[in-house]
């Protein structure tokens, strides 16, 4: 059985994995796998106990992405939607390696968004090295309307001491794809670089995202792979110097500490029919001295 205590459920996993969740958001805050070393960000000045949404670890954003829409049923939303905003439920299990999250219509959410919808989270460690994280969109509606929505996992990842952004470099899997850049007004573009990295502010939304990758960073001997289904869109971000110190819950000197790399389905609006339900999966497994870093997607 999982801790949990007012604000968060901790997990233990094989090989002394541990991870943590906010309530708040059902935001995994914290993923340490068996070297010991922490693979996630959380701004010190971010609190898990809010009341503002977790600034860190990995972010539910839904329904929507980015600034709402502003017709309904979204015109009423902030930034991101609502499911980071909100207390979720755990549904408590035997597993001390799984837990569930679960997300309806309250009162406060009625306010601002009228849809009928039931979301489920899952997080599970599976091995030393690894954090799955399952998102089910339910549409529960007995009415003909799709439930209409975007979805994404706004990922922060904790460099090594001594590695910045832009010692981070991503395999080539990026080469080749189209993107829109928001820090240049969305324009659009084609990725020509052989390898990513992240150089001054940077915040892409690549389409047709490939189902998994590795990133490595710098010299060190950490890295990460990626492995996705249903997330089809990956966005790359940094918020770099003169962003980093305009966000009043990200600490100092904040942006030289993490990477964002956020699956999702966002180039988009997904419309899901009665009774259907959409899954979104991820799994990240840790890379470390006791690994071999694959060079490229055909190691993996």
Not at 195 to 219: N, Q
């Amino acid at each position: 059985m999982a801790e949990v205590d007012d604000h968060t459920v901790k997990l233990k996993g094989p090989g002394g994995a541990a991870a943590t969740i906010a309530l708040l958001g059902a935001t995994v805050v914290s993923f340490i796998p068996e070297d010991g070393e922490e693979r996630l960000f959380k701004s010190s000045k971010s609190s898990v106990a809010g009341p503002k949404p977790v600034r860190g670890g990995i972010p539910i954003v839904w329904p929507c992405f980015g600034p709402a829409p502003k017709e309904p049923p979204f015109d009423k939303l902030t930034q991101h939607g609502f499911a980071r905003s909100h207390v979720w439920k755990y549904e408590q299990g035997n597993d001390p390696a799984v837990a569930v999250f679960t997300l309806e219509p309250n009162a406060d959410i009625k306010k601002v968004y009228a849809p009928d919808f039931r979301l489920k989270y899952t997080v599970k460690l599976t091995a030393g090295d690894v954090l799955e994280t399952t998102l089910d969109v339910t549409n529960p509606s007995t009415a003909s309307d799709p439930l209409k929505f975007q979805a994404l996992l706004h990922s922060y990842f904790r460099l090594p001491e001594g590695t910045l952004p832009s010692d981070v470099t991503i395999d080539d899997s990026l080469t080749g794809l189209r993107y829109k850049d928001k820090v240049l007004n969305f324009q659009e573009g084609t990725e020509d670089r052989k390898s990513f990295t992240f150089v001054d502010e940077t915040d892409r939304v690549y389409a047709d995202a490939p189902k998994s990758f590795v990133v490595k960073y710098g010299k060190s001997q950490q890295g990460l792979k990626f492995e996705f289904s249903n997330l089809g869109d990956l966005v790359t971000w940094n918020p770099h110097v003169e962003k980093s110190a305009s966000m009043a819950d990200m600490e100092e000197d904040g942006w030289k500490k993490f990477i964002c790399l956020e699956p999702g389905h966002v180039h988009d609006f997904i419309n899901l029919q009665p009774g259907q339900t959409w899954t979104g999966f991820q799994r990240l497994t840790a890379l470390s001295a006791r690994l071999s870093l694959p060079a490229n997607n055909a190691a993996l």
